[in-house]
């Protein structure tokens, strides 16, 4: 059988660059040791990365279309299509240079779309460019007409575009401002609003008349706030209806027009690390009268009750969504679950609690006509197994004694659905060996792929196995989930297999049962997929303080830099490898990401004992070194002291004295999310006491690294240091 690990060695030629000629070497010579896999085909870290990606799923407002991005080894492109129009690519990105297609608005007629191109930002605040383009990469909009052959039209720079109600302009933000481009003359952009905050939430009211936005303000190192803003086309007026103390977010105007209703939150955010289960200062929903410009509350929780915080979104922050007969609905914890609810808006005060249960709910769309609510839900039908899943379930609700209705079933994931104007609905879907893809869903739960022939030829999903779901405690008595991935490969007899432990970052996060719909943990799914491959036994455990399970679960007590109690769950699962008769414990290792590589790097400097080898991406290390510490340090200057102590004290930092486990640390120095210092400061202490440390620095990379190679060639050195240290 012929050799198949040549991409691997390639891969790792490619970060000379990153790295000193020596370690490019010494990374070379690691790949060339990883063993050849008996039984199933052997692949590469290229091939387990090599389907597409998609993302950015939106549905148009006349007929039955959908477009939506896929990322296919970093080339990024848009597409389109529908139950009855196959689908089609209307952009030709052929290169992996980093710049995505985000932020996608259709136009009222449904005949183009205006989609963000272009990089994230980085830490120096600019777009980034790790692919080192010799060329200015802004942030852009673009118009894609959907006519074949039609050519792009680029309106400039700025972001967040959303067209004008003819279709015939776009508005969009460029450097906090509001502006205004024709399609056909972008040369004649303009600001069209002048207001002293940054503008986001861009939103059109149906008939065309005014833009809402939300107007963030901040004066030098003071806490921002925010004002709802109204901006008149016709009058060109700017107004702020009902400006308060509080925060203003995600305006909504109803279908006809005539109320416009947003979220206000308390002003002082509440304690990062801290149990935010309830507040003395609730959320509330305002609603205008937008004829008399009359603003009243809606709904507000009560105080210091379960539900009185904003809950957390899987897919993003919260919103309001306008149903039948103009009743509003929205997101709330009320019982504890991130659950939907119904209020109305003319005047009755009862609230119908939509879909009660044990269970989360997520990505709720609503169809035109203000009736069919499909939402994606890890709602328990069978047995546990769906808790670490999605499906969708549909309710009408216009029907007072409607019930939620499961829609669609099975072992795979489905999440974000869309209902198109003629109530075509599609979804994001994907199961244990197949990433995110754009299906179609019948009204019998039915699922067809928009484009089945997107997964190349070389992709290694019959060779993948199905995780299995596995509970266990943890030492202080947190009920666990986790996904356990079990090589295939038969064992000689008395031998043992070497385990690595994985843990997610965020750390809102979950992990499933099969690929999830986040591209970051996409593509650790498919690491773990891979490192199976290689003879592993893979454990990702879902830790305290991530999502699914429910709020007391994510509010976790002690969290982070205020003591670090989620660390306890890593033991637990460690502990669970131990108790595994086929597993050497003397070979666990363990990996992660972000939170996942801070609780990594707590793992080998508490307890090298029990992790024999570490690789940590852009963990952090000292919880004093990140930007957001002013969000828990607070209190006098006594008291910060304390928390700073007790900061360092919950960090790998500050047990490092008894850290001797080789490491492989990567990062980008371009990172937003977490300061690069906080590796080069680990890798310096480390290396004094004579921990042997390994490093892959990406120059100019961000957080979740923008460049498929880099995700390639990070993973190929996670796998190889991983053969190396443990010899699976």
Request: with cysteine; proline share 7%.
């Amino acid at each position: 059988m012929r050799l198949r690990w040549a991409g691997a060695v390639t891969g790792a030629a490619r970060i000379l660059v990153c790295m000193g000629f020596s370690r490019a070497i010494w990374l070379a010579s690691l790949v060339s040791v990883v063993p050849h896999v008996h039984g199933a085909r052997p692949f590469t870290v290229e091939e387990a990365l090599s389907a597409p990606y998609a993302s950015e799923l939106r549905a148009s407002p006349v007929g039955g279309l959908f477009a939506w991005v896929e990322n296919a080894e970093g080339r990024r492109n848009l597409y389109v299509g529908g139950a009855k129009q196959p689908a089609r690519e209307l952009t030709h990105n052929t290169a992996d240079d980093a710049q995505d297609i985000t932020q996608l608005a259709w136009a009222p007629n449904g005949a183009a779309m205006a989609y963000t191109y272009g990089a994230e930002m980085g830490a120096d605040g600019k777009p980034a460019n790790p692919a080192h383009l010799q060329r200015p990469t802004p942030l852009e909009v673009v118009v894609q007409p959907l006519a074949r052959d039609a050519k792009a039209v680029v309106i400039g720079e700025g972001h967040a575009p959303v067209f004008s109600h003819d279709g015939g302009s776009v508005y969009f933000v460029r450097e906090g401002q509001i502006w205004v481009a024709r399609a056909a003359a972008p040369a004649e952009a303009h600001q069209m609003v002048f207001d002293r905050g940054s503008a986001s939430q861009l939103t059109l009211s149906p008939d065309g008349r005014l833009l809402a936005f939300i107007s963030r303000r901040s004066e030098h190192d003071a806490p921002s706030h925010s004002f709802l803003a109204l901006y008149d086309l016709q009058t060109h007026a700017l107004t702020f209806p009902a400006p308060s103390t509080g925060d203003d977010l995600a305006p909504a105007f109803s279908p006809d027009g005539k109320r416009i209703a947003w979220l206000r939150a308390p002003f002082v955010p509440l304690r990062e690390f801290g149990a935010n289960r309830m507040s003395a200062n609730p959320w509330s929903i305002q609603m205008e009268e937008l004829a008399t410009g009359v603003t009243r509350t809606v709904f507000s929780p009560e105080p210091n009750k379960p539900g009185s915080v904003l809950p957390h979104l899987a897919e993003g922050g919260p919103r309001l969504i306008f149903a039948a007969d103009g009743a509003i609905d929205f997101y709330s914890e009320a019982d504890g679950w991130v659950h939907l609810y119904e209020v109305p808006t003319d005047g009755a005060p009862e609230t119908a609690w939509l879909t009660p249960g044990r269970f989360e709910t997520e990505g709720a769309a609503v169809g035109p006509e203000g009736r069919r609510l499909i939402y994606s839900s890890n709602e328990v039908a069978a047995d546990l197994l769906d808790v670490d899943r999605r499906h969708l379930w549909e309710l009408d609700l216009k029907r007072a004694d409607s019930v939620p209705v499961q829609l669609t079933h099975g072992d795979g994931m489905e999440t974000n659905p869309q209902i198109a104007a003629d109530g075509t609905v599609a979804a994001l879907v994907a199961d244990a060996r197949t990433p995110m893809h754009v299906a179609i869903i019948g009204s019998d739960g039915s699922i067809t792929a928009m484009r089945p022939k997107a997964i190349p030829a070389g992709y290694p999903g019959g060779e993948m196995v199905t995780p299995k779901q596995v509970l266990f405690r943890s030492s202080d008595g947190m009920h666990l989930h986790g996904q356990l991935f079990l090589p295939t490969q038969p064992l000689a007899a008395g031998a043992k297999r070497a385990a690595i432990v994985f843990v997610h970052g965020g750390p809102n996060r979950q992990m499933m049962l099969g690929y999830t719909g986040m591209d970051y943990y996409s593509n650790a799914y498919a690491m773990n997929q891979y490192l199976t491959s290689l003879g592993f036994v893979v454990l990702s455990v879902n830790y305290r303080c991530g999502i699914g399970y429910g709020m007391d679960f994510r509010e976790c007590e002690r969290a982070g830099a205020m003591g670090g109690t989620e660390y306890n769950d890593v033991l637990a699962a460690a502990q669970y490898l131990h108790e595994m008769p086929d597993v050497d414990a003397k070979r666990i290792g363990i990996w992660g990401g972000s939170y996942g590589g801070y609780l990594t790097a707590l793992a080998l400097a508490r307890n090298s004992d029990l992790f024999a080898a570490g690789v940590d991406f852009h963990g952090v290390h000292d919880w004093n070194l990140e930007d957001n510490a002013a969000d828990w340090k607070q209190g006098s200057y006594a008291e910060r002291d304390a928390i700073a102590a007790k900061a360092l004290a919950s960090s790998p930092l500050g047990s490092v004295e008894h850290w001797t486990s080789p490491v492989l640390l990567i990062h980008g120095d371009n990172d937003p999310d977490v300061a690069y210092a906080e590796t080069p400061i680990l890798a310096e202490k480390l290396r004094a006491q004579g921990v042997p440390v390994q490093e892959l620095i990406f120059p100019d990379e961000l957080h979740g690294f923008l460049l498929h190679k880099d995700w390639v060639a990070a993973y190929e050195a996670a796998a190889a240091f991983f053969v190396r240290t443990l010899k699976p």
